[in-house]
């Protein structure tokens, strides 16, 4: 048997023991702590973590973008693109912006409205449009796509707490993505570079 496959087992049959456990913890009379100490166990309640992909690009001479970029799932089950990134120009001019991209057919993304930031503790931040920097033809914009200004909210952004994303559409629907407090970390750290890396 290979490393890999003693590993996977070893793996399986210990969540099959701590689920078991959860099952005799019912029977006992305790029907709703087995059933969270299951729920939990099985990962039904916390998700595992999306890998991020970090990047550092100079796309001329002195200037470099730094972006993270993460697929995230919307409340209906659809994905999105998420792309915070920074511009940093060899004059000095720095822009910071969020990109967020939905599948196409699906998204019809209002930009007359802003995106709004709420934290899990209900501060409610806003974040102007400025997808029209993005397209080629103005006047035919992708629908799914929208660009949004973090420059004057980036220092705002809580350390450490969830953040939820509500996304206008032209239906009058709004899409909801919820940003967990790791890829919130990481854009501060993407928007923040050190200046040695500058």
Request: aromatic share 6%.
């Amino acid at each position: 048997m290979s490393p890999l496959t003693t590993l996977r087992s070893s793996i399986f049959t210990g969540v099959s023991s701590w689920i078991a456990q959860g099952v005799v913890i019912c029977r006992q009379g305790c029907f709703s702590i087995g059933l969270a100490l299951v729920i939990l166990l099985t990962g039904a309640i916390v998700p595992p973590p999306a890998l991020a992909v970090l990047r550092q690009v100079e796309e001329a001479p002195g200037q470099v973008v730094y972006q993270s970029r993460q697929s995230v799932r919307d409340r209906d089950g659809h994905t999105w693109q998420v792309i915070a990134f920074e511009r940093l120009k060899p004059n000095g001019e720095r822009s910071v912006y969020l990109r967020l991209v939905g599948f196409p057919g699906i998204a019809d993304i209002d930009r007359s409205q802003p995106l709004t930031l709420t934290t899990s503790l209900g501060q409610v931040l806003t974040a102007d449009d400025a997808s029209g920097q993005i397209f080629t033809d103005a006047s035919r914009p992708e629908p799914n796509v929208s660009q949004y200004d973090l420059e004057p909210i980036v220092a705002k952004l809580p350390a450490g707490l969830p953040l939820s994303l509500s996304l206008a559409m032209t239906d009058g629907n709004t899409v909801v993505l919820n940003i967990p407090p790791a890829l919130v970390q990481e854009w501060q750290a993407v928007l923040n570079p050190p200046p040695s890396e500058v």
